[in-house]
T-cell receptor
Framework: AQTVTQSQPEMSVQEAETVTLSCTYD???????LFWYKQPPSRQMILVIR??????QNATENRFSVNFQKAAKSFSLKISDSQLGDAAMYFC?????????????FGTGTSLTVIP | NAGVTQTPKFRVLKTGQSMTLLCAQD?????MYWYRQDPGMGLRLIHY???????AKGEVPDGYNVSRLKKQNFLLGLESAAPSQTSVYFC????????????FGPGTRLTVT
């Protein structure tokens, strides 16, 4: 089974600054998808950004961007101009394209605090 | 369009009691999933279904059963609850051919005393 590792249990950032959350994964597959989900205190899981492994270009969504390094199996999330509403738990997820049901594998999460 | 809904939102059980969590989606999604979320563990897959009438085990299936009698509903059952099953349970669904993400329900917080 694939494993997803988030080595930073907690991170903090000053409001308006930039922060990068790390994620690495282990897989023998060549094609897959990667995601970052945000979970605010409301518990609702919200998709932040996704990346297809076959695409070399890094995905961006407004203030959120990723640094996808396929050979290194690294998928970090950069949040620019951090806002108070960005405070949440962030989960990195890997989606297999081979397993029945195309299962998702989640990391253990990084808790992001935004300091006013 | 309600998306993915879960019933109930909170529940407290005593050890040995049984209960069923209901997940419903109105997006005509083929795939549905049940996860549990524990502190420091992320989300772990309990069971999933790739279509009406089908179910399969995920990473942590022991102590749980599921059924998918209707395409829009995915039920998670605990026959004899144990304190180790205290967790937050999430249901998710997605289209079979979609490259996009899963759509999550709001979660159910279950406490087993």
């Amino acid at each position: 089974a694939q494993t997803v590792t988030q080595s930073q249990p907690e991170m903090s950032v000053q409001e308006a600054e930039t922060v990068t959350l790390s994620c690495t994964y282990d897989t023998s597959e060549s094609d897959y998808y990667l995601f970052w989900y945000k979970q605010p205190p409301s518990r609702q899981m919200i998709l932040v950004i996704r990346q297809e492994a076959y695409k070399q270009q890094n995905a961006t969504e407004n203030r959120f961007s990723v640094n996808f390094q396929k050979a290194a199996k690294s998928f970090s999330l950069k949040i620019s101009d951090s806002q108070l509403g960005d405070a949440a738990m962030y989960f990195c997820a890997y989606r297999s394209l081979r397993s029945t049901g195309n299962q998702f594998y989640f990391g253990t999460g990084t808790s992001l605090t935004v300091i006013p | 369009n309600a998306g993915v809904t879960q019933t109930p939102k909170f529940r407290v059980l005593k050890t040995g009691q049984s209960m069923t969590l209901l997940c419903a989606q109105d997006m005509n999604h083929e795939y549905m999933y049940w996860y549990r979320q524990d502190p420091g563990m992320g989300l772990r897959l309990i069971h999933y279904s790739v279509g009406e009438g089908t179910t399969a085990k995920g990473e942590v299936p022991d102590g749980y059963n599921v059924s998918r009698l209707k395409k829009q509903n995915f039920l998670l059952g605990l026959e004899s609850a144990a304190p180790s099953q205290t967790s937050v349970y999430f249901c998710a669904s997605r289209r079979q051919i979609s490259s996009y993400e899963q759509y999550f329900g709001p979660g159910t917080r279950l406490t087993v005393t």
